[in-house]
T-cell receptor
Framework: GAVVSQHPSWVICKSGTSVKIECRSLDFQATTMFWYRQFPKQSLMLMATSNEGSKATYEQGVEKDKFLINHASLTLSTLTVTSAHPEDSSFYIC?????WGLGGTDTQYFGPGTRLTVL | AQTVTQSQPEMSVQEAETVTLSCTYDTSESDYYLFWYKQPPSRQMILVIRQEAYKQQNATENRFSVNFQKAAKSFSLKISDSQLGDAAMYFCAYRSSNAGNMLTFGGGTRLMVKP
């Protein structure tokens, strides 16, 4: 139980294009999902908190117009990197909070991550 | 704001031996949660163990246990009978009880297991 998937797992795109990353909770409902960015050999940095049916909350320094987040259902959140540039290349990880699971409402389950390479 | 510090960028342990990873945190709150996550080369984050701050008893999950010292704001992870599969990055994380489940991560410790 408590599986989170991400799609795609790896994407390469040209500079200037937009890329959409999907995060799905497969066997539980998630009112809240989180998007992280991880650079090589570094820790996870929270980008934004995605709330079902409402606007995402972005961390300081994260451009909301650059990283569009949509949490349209209790099992799906999407992150769209708009007009991607090489500096946006990174590993993006989502996590989902299991609202009613045995792990407790304070437990987050992580997706496998998406590697974005912008040429 | 809360901060989480892992002072050991790398640790090494012999297979079957015991290793302890350190974590300290800074908070003014009394109610919170602490976690250890493992990130193997696949980069999938895996929850190893969790601790509620209001519980005095240290959490244990099979070969993994924590030493939670609330007054010292310390939360170390002990791995007993280390296995090759334990080799990974380990992240300590803090979550406030009233911050919308946002996790604050430490910088990570890379654990190497020698056969």
């Amino acid at each position: 139980g408590a599986v989170v998937s991400q799609h795609p797992s790896w994407v390469i795109c040209k500079s200037g294009t937009s890329v959409k990353i999907e995060c799905r909770s497969l066997d539980f409902q998630a009112t809240t999902m989180f998007w992280y960015r991880q650079f090589p050999k570094q820790s996870l940095m929270l980008m934004a908190t995605s709330n079902e049916g409402s606007k995402a909350t972005y961390e300081q320094g994260v451009e909301k117009d650059k990283f569009l987040i949509n949490h349209a259902s209790l099992t799906l959140s999407t992150l769209t990197v708009t007009s991607a540039h090489p500096e946006d290349s990174s590993f993006y990880i989502c996590s989902a909070r299991d609202n009613w699971g045995l792990g407790g409402t304070d437990t987050q389950y992580f997706g496998p991550g998406t590697r974005l390479t912008v040429l | 704001a809360q901060t989480v510090t892992q002072s050991q960028p790398e640790m090494s342990v012999q297979e079957a031996e015991t290793v302890t990873l350190s974590c300290t945190y800074d908070t003014s709150e009394s109610d919170y949660y602490l976690f250890w996550y493992k990130q193997p080369p696949s980069r999938q984050m895996i929850l190893v163990i969790r601790q509620e701050a209001y519980k005095q008893q240290n959490a244990t999950e099979n070969r993994f246990s924590v030493n939670f010292q609330k007054a010292a704001k310390s939360f170390s992870l002990k791995i007993s009978d280390s296995q090759l599969g334990d080799a990974a990055m380990y992240f300590c994380a803090y979550r406030s009880s009233n911050a919308g489940n946002m996790l604050t991560f430490g910088g990570g410790t890379r654990l190497m297991v020698k056969p």
